[in-house]
């Protein structure tokens, strides 16, 4: 069978994949345009394509033939592919949950104390050569210990920012999710994302991204939010409608976000990277490379279950 990987990856997942199949290795970290989706499709039998390779229902059309009948996504978040397009055409779509889990909750928990105890301004500070020296009141941030962790969206990444949060930070942690959970840690659910963006210190976005929950976090839900109160977002760009974000952070509504994704990636607001109160990061989440070689494995597992008629394992 022939394998197409759209994005260089760790030497230990090409290996793996060369095992097994003829692998064509795309050299290039720049997207997949839309006449390079449908060429995969028709001379692939598996394609692992990635964030960023937007699959769309225009992609699929008149796929019903295509050679391709597995996307075996690298990541666990797949809304830049039309599962819906993909399965109406036969082609099978797996990610690779469980692989992000702890990486992406630690870049969290990172956020979290850059965003509530100013680090990033602190360094530019120092960089910049302008720090005069230790006083009193210099750069008096948030303390997060005895404050209040509010996580939207409580699958497995949110239950391991909640550990963490809870165990390592000492606060106290409230959750807003679509349906009721069973945990095995200190947490209440609320009722509302209202009275979780209204009661909670720490506001962190966990939640899958498509159309369900795009600009889930509004004007509206940021307006809840109290003056003190930090966002931070972990998620998928667009669940955070950034135009509103910008406004509560300009106004003085909320006081800081920690962001790690943003809804144009990679293009970021000019006035997002001018606020001093705003940490950015270049979308870390899985940035490890134990980690992005286990993603990429188990992307490639998903492939050989294909290739040896066997269920795969992650099917979305």
Partial sequence: MELYITRPMPETV????RAHFNVTLREQNTPLKKGEMRAALVLYD???PTLGDLFTAEVFDGMESARCRLLANFGVGYNHIDVAAAHAVGITVTNTPGAVTEATADIALMLMLMSARRAGEGERLVRAGKWTGWHPTQMLGLHLGGKTCGIVGMGRIGQAIARRAHYGLGMEVIY??????????????VDSLAELMAKSDCVVIAVPGGPETRHMIDAQALAAMRPHAHLIN???????????LVAAL?????????LDVYEHEPKVPDA????ENVTL????GTAALDVREEMGLMAVENAIAHLEGRD???PV
């Fill in 312 to 314: 795969v394992l992650n």
């Fill in 281 to 284: 990061l270049p979308h870390l």
């Fill in 176 to 189: 807003h999710n679509r349906s009721a959970r069973t945990l095995d840690l200190p947490a209440r659910q």
């Fill in 14 to 17: 090409l290996d793996r994949a």
């Fill in 250 to 258: 300009e106004s003085g509504q909320i006081a800081g976000a920690g």
């Fill in 234 to 244: 972990i998620a998928r760009g667009d669940v955070v409608e950034e135009a509103a």
């Fill in 46 to 48: 598996v394609v692992i």
């Fill in 272 to 275: 997002l990277r001018r606020m």
